[in-house]
């Protein structure tokens, strides 16, 4: 896991536009190799969902505190449920869901990071969380620990079932992830509760945990595109000095300008950086830099294989079974039927 400010990229893939040099709102925010200015593109991409359940579940073996009945049963969505029974102020072995199978792009940047909890509690007693904490390898738990901070406020309901929530689109928990963490099978969640109650016991229930990661992908043009630059720091710039990667054509303006447009040119297909150097009034130079990637974006085709992926890691396991007569459609941004195939 790598925590720097050179993880956060933006992404995603832009459509074809008619490359004009004209001002324009800036909106988002790009990676940035200074923390004083961001670098933009005037068609920004958009924050993307992956979510995945649960497909492992441990608990930690001590000699203090109550086991979970049945961790495993946690991984379905059943009202079948991993079970721990508190006397009074004890405190439960901590169990940590692991193995989602995220399969976030190379060089993504996570914006946020939800975990859904469906559970409830029985019993006069009350159920206090300890650790509610985002886990990576050797169960070391990381980021900001936000026990008894779901945001539903209906976490370890009373004998009935509810969902909460921990987390957010817009919260990292304190953390830089990279999309090879969250792709670790080893990326997960920890939670530890105890029995807050001095009188009575109570017993907790889970029944299955899900993740969402919020992410943008890489910023990509296609071959035959043309894409737009600006950046933008808090104060008046007088100057900038863009740094174009070799081989990209400069289709308007200067490399002093403050907005300029590339194409192609000769350039390989790949991954680059592009940089602009800004000058204040004050005689201070900040730089700029976005990671983007240059793509043949070749047409979409239907093909491969239907199967159902029991631990959602989005290969085709030996235990796996291939799904016959199932209908794939690919339809356009209007809504039109382009290609059909049956499994």
């Given amino acids: 896991m790598v925590f720097k400010w050179e993880n956060y990229y933006l992404l995603g893939k832009i459509s074809v536009w008619v490359c004009l040099i004209t001002l324009f709102p800036i909106a988002g925010t790009g990676q940035i190799s200074f923390p004083a200015c961001d670098l933009h593109v005037k068609q920004e991409p ?19 505190f109550i086991d979970w009945e049945s961790p495993d049963e946690a991984i379905q969505s059943d009202n079948q449920y991993s079970i721990t029974a508190l006397p009074i102020l004890k405190t439960a072995e901590t169990l940590t869901f692991r193995n989602f199978g995220f399969q976030i792009p190379d060089l993504s940047a996570v914006y946020g990071i939800t975990v859904k909890v469906e559970g409830m509690s029985a019993g006069e007693g009350y159920i206090r969380e300890k650790i509610a904490m985002l886990a990576l390898k050797n169960s070391t738990v990381i980021g900001e620990n936000k026990a008894n901070l779901a ?16 987390g957010g689109k817009e919260d990292t928990w304190d953390l830089e992830l990279i999309s090879e963490d969250i792709n670790d099978p080893s990326f997960g969640f920890s939670l530890q509760v105890r029995n807050a109650s001095g009188k009575e016991d109570v017993t907790a229930f889970i029944d299955h945990v899900e993740i969402e990661i919020h992410y943008k992908e890489v910023y990509r043009f296609c071959d035959g595109d043309c894409v737009t630059f600006s950046a933008s720091k808090n104060g008046d710039i007088k100057a900038y000095d863009w740094i174009i990667p070799p081989g990209f054509e400069l289709l308007s303006g200067l490399e002093t300008d403050e907005i300029i447009a590339l194409g192609k040119g000769v350039a390989e297909y790949g991954t680059y950086e592009i940089c602009v150097d800004l000058t204040d009034y004050a005689d201070e ?59």
Avoid: H
Avoid at 310 to 324: K, V
């Fill in 46 to 64: 958009r924050i993307k969902t992956q979510t995945r359940r649960v497909n492992r579940v441990q608990q930690t073996d001590t000699r203090y």
């Fill in 151 to 166: 945001y539903n406020q209906q976490e370890w309901s009373r004998d009935e079932e509810t969902t909460w929530y921990y």
């Fill in 285 to 343: 130079v900040f730089r700029c830099c976005r990671t983007f990637i240059l793509d043949e974006c070749p047409m979409p085709t239907i093909g491969d294989i239907v199967w159902n992926d029991l631990n959602a890691d989005g290969i085709l396991d030996s235990d796996e079974e291939g799904l016959p007569d199932v209908l794939i459609e690919i339809y356009d941004i209007n809504n039109a039927l382009v290609a059909s195939a049956i499994s």
